[in-house]
């Protein structure tokens, strides 16, 4: 990951020719975003950081899809979205990889008086838990997974998020691409959804924030959570096994290993199967929408500073934050994707014009 990283500041510090240097940020205008709550911290963390410069991004954390439809509505100048738009907006944009996210198992476990911090789930057994086959914690598939527990004769409370959200469709994504057996069997045909097919049988709560201040108070409660919002009520997380067949916790460096395997088409096959060991299994990554048309030029400006700005240096304060930084595969996507996007609203790369026709920009939400 060393290497890796070294590879990655090298690659943004060639790239970034041409966009301009943000600590001479006198060209740029004041911009308008909104976008996902799980991103949200990242975002106002690098809005922060570029404050002194003389940039300011007014970020709301709305959610992704209130953001879609602000974007679409031209209310926000760019968005930031945890899943696709459905139906894609008639205000063309490109999706730039901004942060990488895993969706973490969270738990509250206590044996003989003792908080359990080290559980360990295969991908079948947390199938099983959210799905209603197992239901109590001494189940023997838990046992397997933890042979030298003395896991209690308890019931399971499996907690579920009762609004739409990106952690849920990453989540549900997973399920239906690495257990459809069990997932099509809990909801018939489902793939990813937003939203939790069949909550009612489960603890619904609203919000990420929720969902784990839920499982912080509720002993033998389990949920699909993202790390930020368990480090912040000091939930451990468990470790997962990976198609590998070992068991992974979301750290910054497992997260960024398991998104290797991404090409930056969105397409999460090959993420939640990726083969390297060290890998999480239940990974993705947020986009920035960015228009592609219709900017005045200080703001096509401003946008790609900054968002060169959060895909380079602000991927140190990412991990921080307990987000993933973005591998080199999709730092390469991103800053190709923001090169060609520049060139469309200001038409000047590496300091010489080109105001030339440009060829269709392939977009990706």
């Known amino acids: 990951m060393r290497v890796r990283g070294l590879i990655a500041a090298a690659l943004c510090g060639v790239v970034l020719v041409?966009?301009?240097?943000?600590?001479?940020?006198?060209?740029?205008?004041?911009?308008?975003?909104?976008?996902?709550?799980?991103?949200?911290?990242?975002?106002?963390?690098?809005?922060?950081?570029?404050?002194?410069?003389?940039?300011?991004?007014d970020y709301s954390g709305v959610g992704t899809l209130?953001?879609?439809?602000?974007?679409?509505?031209?209310?926000?100048?760019?968005?930031?979205?945890?899943?696709?738009?459905?139906?894609?907006?008639?205000?063309p944009f490109a999706s730039v990889p901004l942060v990488a996210q895993a969706t973490s198992i969270t738990y509250r476990l206590t044996i003989g008086g003792t908080r359990v911090t080290g559980l360990r789930l295969s991908g079948a057994t947390v199938a099983g838990i959210f799905t209603g086959t197992i239901t109590?914690?001494?189940?023997?598939?838990?046992?397997?997974?933890?042979?030298?527990?003395?896991?209690?004769?308890?019931?399971?409370?499996?907690?579920?998020r009762s609004d739409s959200s990106g952690p849920t469709a990453v989540f549900t994504g997973w399920l239906a691409a690495r257990h459809p057996d069990l997932w099509h069997a809990y909801c018939d045909g489902c793939g990813s959804r937003t939203s939790y097919p069949n909550a009612g049988q489960f603890v619904g709560q609203a919000g990420g924030l929720g969902v784990a201040a839920v499982v912080s108070t509720t002993e033998g409660a389990i949920a699909f959570s993202t790390p930020p919002y368990d480090r912040s009520l000091h939930l451990p997380d468990a470790l997962v096994r990976n198609a590998?067949?070992?068991?992974?916790?979301?750290?910054?460096?497992?997260?960024?290993?398991?998104?290797t395997a991404a090409d930056g088409s969105g397409d999460p096959g090959p993420v939640f199967a990726n083969p390297d060991p060290r890998a999480y299994p239940i990974v993705g990554y947020e986009n920035m929408i960015v228009p592609t048309t219709g900017l005045i030029e200080a703001k096509g400006r401003t946008i790609t500073q900054f968002a060169a700005y959060a895909v380079?240096?602000?991927?140190a304060s990412?991990?921080?934050?307990?987000?993933?930084?973005?591998?080199?595969?999709?730092?390469?996507?991103?800053?190709?994707?923001?090169?060609?996007?520049?060139?469309?609203?200001?038409?000047?790369?590496?300091?010489?014009?080109?105001?030339?026709?440009?060829?269709?920009?392939?977009?990706?939400?």
Not at 77 to 87: I, N, Q
Not at 153 to 159: A, G, N, Q
Not at 244 to 259: E, K, N, R, V
Request: charged fraction near 20%.
């Open 18 to 57: 041409g966009f301009g240097r943000p600590a001479f940020a006198d060209t740029t205008v004041p911009v308008v975003a909104a976008g996902s709550t799980t991103a949200e911290n990242a975002v106002l963390q690098w809005s922060s950081d570029l404050l002194p410069t003389g940039m300011r991004i």
């Open 66 to 91: 209130g953001a879609q439809s602000q974007y679409a509505g031209g209310v926000v100048d760019f968005a930031v979205l945890e899943f696709p738009y459905e139906t894609p907006p008639a205000r």
């Open 136 to 160: 109590r914690w001494n189940d023997p598939a838990i046992h397997a997974d933890n042979p030298g527990l003395a896991l209690p004769d308890s019931r399971i409370i499996p907690v579920v």
């Open 244 to 259: 590998a067949g070992y068991y992974t916790a979301p750290t910054s460096d497992s997260i960024a290993i398991g998104l």
């Open 312 to 315: 380079c240096a602000g991927q």
């Open 318 to 365: 990412a991990s921080l934050l307990a987000y993933g930084p973005l591998p080199m595969n999709l730092s390469r996507v991103a800053l190709d994707r923001l090169r060609q996007v520049l060139d469309r609203h200001v038409g000047v790369v590496g300091g010489k014009e080109r105001r030339r026709r440009l060829p269709p920009l392939r977009t990706q939400s």
